[in-house]
């Protein structure tokens, strides 16, 4: 068949009708991406208040009115955690639900009260609740925690450290800064006021980073959205001599390295009340934790899981209300992995339940090495035959507390995790083989005291929790009422 | 400008003759596609042997004959595995490298020699060439491993099976068998000879599949790239009465599972020559162990890192020299992975690095306990003293074979694998309180032998090996070529 001129006239038009309904559809997408680009730029060129105008802006509800919808998010953090089938209800008593913490805790401030952590909302509150702060000022009471403690709890300590520098804050008692220290934990704790980028408020972590030839100036922003929650969540200690707050990574961030430096550096949380052991308390080393497992080593941000996007209308933001990712799997574990909500839940639940098996292990056997010491002691056992038991309690005590207060550490890095804690179980037993033979050598008999609950631990370790709590309750209701009428005259609150 | 037909029909044309080059293009690839399945075609349509003419053709070059691709890369798994940062030389001594093992098996095959296992291609050789099956008929001697210790070395198996059953194949003396088992593993051990399907050969993963009401002939393909690897690389053991094989998997296929299985029949492999505790040796329950890991649990099969897809012009098969995943990264890992091979190669030497250092702690702390229970019994310790020790060393020796036997499982499933390691140091240090009371109740010292060498070791445990090895070098210079040369005339070989 030969082709007539007037069909394929007909044929160029079809081809052409085709094509511009296409072109069509394309100016359709085009103009859609011009009006989120508009409601974008409208949020950055209307801001309804100028956050730059003092040196640190920590008042939340004023960023809330150029950033509202990470401001609401942001406020759902009041809600309370994730309730997994692993960490119970909003306020765990973990002191309750493990007594073997009070036992080992025995001499430091943990072993008093030790809730587990609710969200950022709560960071004022909680501290000025805890009974690890104390009452100063009832009944005579002086601080028994220095000004370092509320380091990571507000953006009124940038304000004040901008103004007053961290040496000064830092070394003073921990009630001196109670008219001052105000809002909970919020936006310039993380962001730049003039600029919004993600900035590191902190001194800790910058300066660990300098010591350590690392530019924090230099990070990514993809490393930013872990470093603004590394700069808290993560181990620290006071310096001894000025209460100054240092991060111990000078020979390196894991579990081994961080206890040598603090074996060079003869440093010590407390003296153990029982067993006499010097220990290192643990400070949530979440980041360090995080950085050895496969989210961690596959580049993987904190914010990437705990902060997942959302969209709303033009407008794609970071969800502020921070907390387990199980509780949103679709828009955090699911933008990578394909499978069930079902399936990658249990898969957490499981390194959960294991961490948790093995941990129980390593607990028991410090607290009965903690009681068998004590033994030893009133045995009449002297310095010398104890220094290798007490050196192993303290070995076997810091890696336990550094896997376990590493929050989530069971789930960021399995393997580390039960690493770190078999090395627990196995110097919590080596003690207790050091301590046998000197009970043995003393004549001693050893029976495991009822120690079951955390009121019999307690009690057991000598602490007067009724007069504590009174103690507190009248601190919060007229120390504290003061402090916020100060801060309000003062236009901080 | 107004078109003119004359401007359109060019239009037209043009077109036109873009769809017909990109016609032309299609017809080149459908040619391909047509031209590559003939070759696989004339590959299944062609073959050169009947592979079912016999029950089960044992004679692996028959097989290659007909899939000489397959066969080829089989044939290099004689060069034996990928060597890795932290599994050496080709044939590696286990025992040179740690001695520990030798106490550890002490009253075991084990403790006179262990290799690291080499390729398919080597199976035969290595199962006669151990001193693990003794030298029957040399000076006297008589078997000292059943038949069912062939079980997983030979397509031959399979083929006496089939004409004899199991019960008597496994039922009679290890040198009984050795004019029949000489193929090395091989074809018909993993496929059907008639389809060429995947098929397990063997019988205790069937049986153990129908006594916990699963059924095998259900299995998926992907569920049989990893069965045919179970059916020899998993935890087994010899019914006492009758040498049957058995998987213990009644109660489940986790350590804790199969242990419970083991205490109900109160089996025992073996009574520790020094410690006299009663023990069970694991036998590599690598498929257990991957089951309870990453990879398994997201569904992936052995053979999708061992046995990679190669492709060879128009055809694409497995790559049959099973071997190390970590020697040909491009086409195992990183068919998933993005990541580089450095950065992949170490994180599983991270895996393989900390399983090492745990392992080694657990071996130390066992040997010890099993030392000290020696010293008790030299001592006078009764068996009612000793029992919880002898438990406490059971339980913990159970659980560092089970980890360090599942080859690989130090990556498989690093969290588990560490998980029943920081278990196997528990039970260690316990046995050794019970042990350090018993000592100082009959007032004896301890002191660990010299057991540092592999030679040292096996004086102390009484091996004479330089008659065991004289008296193999006698068996494999004359009993072996006998065994040869019968299963020439036979039509075997």
């Given at each position: 068949m030969q082709e007539t001129p007037k069909k394929k006239s007909a044929l160029g038009w079809i081809l052409c009708l085709i094509s511009m309904a296409a072109v069509f559809c394309l100016g359709l997408l085009a103009a859609s991406i011009t009006e989120r680009k508009a409601e974008v730029a409208s949020i950055y060129n209307n801001k309804k208040v100028d956050l730059a105008a003092v040196p640190v802006e920590s008042k939340n509800d004023k960023w809330g009115l150029n950033y509202p919808r990470e401001f609401e998010t942001w406020k759902m953090t009041a809600k309370g955690d994730f309730k997994s089938k692993y960490h119970g209800n909003q306020i765990q008593d973990v002191l309750e639900e493990r007594p073997d913490m009070v036992i080992l805790w025995a001499g430091y401030a943990f072993s008093r009260d030790y809730t587990a952590p609710r969200g950022h909302m709560h960071a004022i509150e909680e501290m000025r609740g805890t009974l690890r702060t104390g009452n100063p000022g009832i009944g005579g009471a002086k601080d028994m925690q220095p000004g370092t403690c509320w380091t990571c709890k507000s953006p009124d300590v940038p304000r004040y450290m901008a103004a007053n520098g961290p040496a000064k804050f830092y070394n003073q008692?921990?009630?001196?800064l109670g008219a001052e220290i105000v809002h909970p934990i919020g936006c310039a704790d993380c962001h730049d006021a003039k600029t919004m980028n993600l900035a590191v408020s902190r001194p800790a972590l910058k300066e660990a980073f300098e010591r350590t030839g690392r530019d924090i100036s230099k990070a990514t922003q993809q490393e930013l959205r872990s470093l603004v929650c590394a700069q808290c969540h993560e181990e620290y200690y006071f310096r001894?001599?000025?209460k100054y707050l240092m991060f111990p990574f000078d020979k390196g961030q894991t579990v081994e390295a961080i206890e040598a430096y603090f074996d060079e550096i003869k440093f010590t949380d407390y003296v153990h009340k029982l067993s006499k052991a010097p220990i290192l308390k643990a400070q949530h080393p979440g980041w360090s934790m995080f950085l050895l497992g496969p989210h961690g080593q596959h580049g993987v941000a904190c914010a990437d899981c705990h902060m997942p996007y959302k969209s709303e209308g033009g407008i794609k933001y970071s969800d502020h209300q921070i907390m387990s990712p199980l509780a949103k799997i679709s828009s955090t574990c699911q933008t990578c992995h394909r499978e069930s909500e079902e399936f990658l839940k249990n898969r957490v639940y499981e390194y959960q339940r294991a961490g948790f098996e093995t941990r129980t292990v390593a607990e028991h056997e410090l607290v009965k090495a903690h009681l068998m010491a004590e033994a030893c002691w009133k045995a009449g056992a002297t310095e010398a035959e104890m220094e290798q038991a007490l050196k192993f309690i303290r070995s076997g005590q810091w890696r336990w507390d550094y896997a376990v207060a590493s929050h989530g550490a069971s789930f960021h890095a399995p393997a580390e995790y039960q690493r770190i804690i078999s090395h627990a179980i196995e110097f919590g037993l080596k003690a207790q083989l050091e301590l046998q033979k000197v009970l043995i050598a003393h004549n001693a008999d050893f029976h495991m005291p009822d120690v079951s609950t955390k009121a019999k631990a307690q009690a057991y370790i000598g602490l007067d929790m009724p007069k504590l709590e009174k103690d507190k309750k009248e601190f919060l209701n007229t120390i504290v009422p003061k402090w916020e009428e100060q801060a309000k005259k003062a236009g901080i609150l």
């Open positions: 008692p921990w009630s001196s001894p001599a000025d």
